[in-house]
């Protein structure tokens, strides 16, 4: 069956642009989450979804990032006036749910901002 | 603060040797879960072995087996028989399951083998 799937997978854009970051994860997971991987560095969190609401979004760096998941199922992780400093792959993650299987990750997207 | 501590940024072994790799973390949980992943130039976290906190017996898959220390808060990975397939970062992380169940994972180890 599919997995948990990213687009685009490389993003490059100019400082100070909006970008958008898709994940579609695997049909039925009700649970997924947003890491960022900057280079040389393991994945950290960014946010966790159950279902449709943001249960926890402590991980995300400011006010510029933001993500949804209108359906309960594709999730947007939204970046604002891209900065150098945002350049890094996004991964996201899906699972059963919160507590109940493995969590599967999506290749990423790398972001490049020059 | 959670964290997790790899301290070797890199390592090597010849093919069909033996490496291990070492990680310690650190929470105050004592419901928790433990995983080795492995990252290819793919950027695909693939997961290698995982340990729940609570079982003493240490976990084994093929080549991979794990050296649980629950009360050192270490948690080494060792890849027997090392095969040129298996180099890659290779990344040590846990889950808390009573919490968001996001992982915290460490800064990785890369891992050559040389034929």
């Known amino acids: 069956g599919a997995g948990v799937s990213q687009t685009p997978s490389n993003k490059v854009t100019e400082k100070g642009k909006y970008v958008e970051l898709r994940c579609d994860p695997i049909s039925g997971h009700t649970a997924l989450y947003w890491y960022r991987q900057s280079l040389g560095q393991g994945p950290e969190f960014l946010i966790y979804f159950q279902g449709t609401g943001a249960a926890d979004d402590s991980g995300l760096p400011n006010d510029r990032f933001f993500a949804v998941r209108p359906e309960g199922s594709v999730s947007t992780l939204k970046i604002q006036r891209t900065e150098r400093g945002d350049s890094a792959v996004y991964l996201c993650?899906?699972?059963?749910?919160?507590?109940?299987?493995?969590?599967?990750f999506g290749p990423g997207t790398r972001l490049t901002v020059t | 603060a959670q964290t997790v501590t790899q301290s070797q940024p890199e390592m090597s072994v010849q093919e069909a040797e033996t490496v291990t790799l070492s990680c310690t973390y650190d929470?105050?949980?004592?419901?928790?879960?433990l995983f080795w992943y492995k990252q290819p130039p793919s950027r695909q976290m693939i997961l290698v072995i995982r340990q729940e906190a609570y079982k003493q017996q240490n976990a084994t898959e093929n080549r991979f087996s794990v050296n649980f220390q629950k009360a050192a808060k270490s948690f080494s990975l060792k890849i027997s028989d090392s095969q040129l397939g298996d180099a890659a970062m290779y990344f040590c992380?846990?889950?808390?399951?009573?919490?968001?169940?996001?992982?915290?994972f460490g800064t990785g180890t890369s891992l050559t083998v040389i034929p």
């Open positions: 993650a899906s699972s059963l749910d919160r507590l109940v299987g493995e969590q599967y």
């Open positions: 929470t105050s949980e004592s419901d928790y879960y």
């Open positions: 992380a846990y889950r808390i399951p009573n919490t968001g169940n996001q992982f915290y």
